[in-house]
């Protein structure tokens, strides 16, 4: 009984890989049909095979995505080495009848922690939302020493009578708020303190899981087009938070040097090949127009 068993067992193989070269055999003859003349009698010499691990495999290798292994994590592989630095991204959602008073109590205390030697952290920028989500505040935080120096200035935080009073009162103006802790990219400009006026643009993608490594990688020559106007300021991708975002801070004049700018890009060789591969990375995305404050290091 258990011959037997075995032996209709091997023969439903069999069929199975007669029909899986049978299906091979309508994908090539199929592919032979739009193929250029040259291509044919090779495509045609591999419906004709007889190999059928062959066959298996090329049938595999259509169906199965092939998955690169990577041997480190991406914030080793995409952040900067020469600095341990850790950003924190704020989104504040304020009342609409609070945004004037918030913008005060924030222009009264950030800049106090800010200056304060004994704190490992900077204020990079901070900025209303002129055109995306209304009655918003961004605030973009670095934390020189990585995590130990974010638990360090949490710990001062909360022992800073004057932060405590201010964080209760501006909660009592906000609707929701969220955040993120951010590297950013080793291949990206530092975000430095820069003279204005200017507006920002906050660009934010969401990507497909698993594919940061790739978007870096395209990034890593895209950037290069983007620098003649001195309009890129940073870019960063999530470690905490929500995940797979990235993140790139942008600076122009106006909204028409912004369309200048941006559509200057398009002339170049090589820019509309890299937004061609990298477009299929992105699940969401969504563009923020900032006003920095009268405080923001990012004038």
């Known amino acids: 009984m258990g011959e037997g068993a075995a032996g209709r067992g091997g023969g439903g193989k069999g069929a199975e890989r007669r029909r899986q070269s049978k299906m091979a055999a309508r994908v090539l003859r199929s592919l032979g049909a739009a193929?250029?003349?040259?291509?044919?009698?090779?495509?045609?010499?591999?419906?004709?095979s007889t190999n059928r691990s062959r066959e298996d495999s090329w049938l595999k290798s259509l169906f199965?995505?092939?998955?690169?292994?990577?041997k480190d994590a991406h914030s080793?592989?995409?952040?900067?080495k020469e600095t341990s630095s850790l950003y924190k991204i704020q989104f504040h959602n304020v009342k609409p009848e609070c945004l004037e008073a918030y913008n005060?109590?924030?222009?009264?205390?950030?800049?106090?922690?800010?200056?304060?030697?004994?704190?490992?952290?900077?204020?990079?920028?901070?900025?209303?939302?002129?055109?995306?989500?209304?009655d918003q505040a961004v605030h973009l935080w670095r934390y020189e020493g990585g995590y130990p120096a974010l638990n360090e200035v949490?710990?001062?935080?909360?022992?800073?009578?004057?932060?405590?009073?201010?964080?209760?009162?501006?909660?009592?103006?906000?609707?929701s708020r969220k955040n993120q802790l951010l590297l950013e990219f080793s291949f990206w400009n530092e975000p430095v303190p820069r003279p204005g006026?200017?507006?920002?643009?906050?660009?934010?993608?969401?990507?497909?899981?698993?594919?940061?490594?790739e978007w870096g990688?395209?990034?890593?020559?895209?950037?290069?087009?983007?620098?003649?106007?001195?309009?890129?300021?940073?870019?960063?991708?999530?470690?905490?938070?929500?995940?797979?975002m990235v993140h790139h801070l942008w600076a122009y004049k106006d909204l028409q040097s912004r369309e200048?700018?941006?559509?200057?890009?398009?002339?170049?060789?090589?820019?509309?090949?890299?937004?061609?591969?990298?477009?299929?990375?992105?699940?969401?995305?969504?563009?923020?127009?900032?006003?920095?404050?009268?405080?923001?290091?990012?004038?």
């Open 154 to 175: 949490m710990s001062k935080l909360r022992e800073n009578k004057e932060f405590v009073a201010f964080r209760k009162e501006r909660g009592n103006m906000l609707l």
């Open 76 to 80: 080793n592989l995409l952040a900067k």
């Open 64 to 70: 199965v995505r092939k998955v690169d292994p990577r």
């Open 260 to 299: 200048d700018t941006r559509n200057a890009a398009w002339h170049k060789h090589g820019w509309e090949e890299l937004v061609y591969y990298t477009v299929p990375l992105i699940q969401e995305m969504e563009s923020r127009i900032m006003i920095p404050l009268k405080i923001s290091p990012l004038k």
């Open 104 to 134: 005060q109590i924030c222009q009264e205390v950030l800049p106090k922690i800010h200056a304060e030697k004994h704190y490992p952290c900077t204020l990079v920028g901070t900025w209303n939302t002129w055109y995306g989500e209304q």
């Open 197 to 213: 006026p200017n507006i920002y643009e906050l660009r934010s993608y969401q990507l497909r899981p698993g594919t940061m490594i």
């Open 35 to 48: 193929a250029p003349p040259r291509l044919r009698p090779a495509l045609r010499g591999l419906t004709t």
């Open 217 to 244: 990688n395209y990034w890593a020559r895209a950037i290069r087009f983007r620098q003649d106007n001195e309009e890129a300021v940073g870019g960063f991708f999530s470690q905490i938070g929500q995940l797979y």
